[in-house]
């Protein structure tokens, strides 16, 4: 299987694993935040131009940026039951 092929099942892959969590709309954009990715309304990617790791890199960071902000976002409510417990040793 060429190279091309590879990738582009690879990051459908990851389209998909991450459309379960955040939902397909959110992962579709997500992918399509990223230089040289063409990516369809389903989350199969069409298209891979450019360096192939790069653009792997790329849409990993897209998601784990996202999920970070998602988890800082779930935990305020959290640690907002709990006003007299601080995060970390500054706070």
């Given at each position: 299987m060429d190279p091309q092929k590879r990738y582009k099942l690879l990051?459908?892959?990851i389209i998909a694993k991450q459309a379960v969590i955040l939902g397909p709309t959110v992962?579709?954009?997500k992918a399509r935040n990223v230089p040289g990715l063409t990516?369809?309304?389903k989350g199969n990617v069409l298209r891979v131009e450019g360096?192939?790791?790069e653009?792997?890199?790329r849409l990993v960071d897209e998601y784990?940026?996202?999920s970070g902000?998602?988890?800082k976002s779930a935990l305020v409510s959290v640690f907002a039951?709990?006003?007299d417990i601080k995060k970390d040793k500054t706070a």
């Open positions: 990051f459908s892959e992962a579709v954009i990516v369809d309304d360096d192939y790791q653009a792997l890199e784990v940026n996202l902000q998602i988890i039951k709990y006003p």
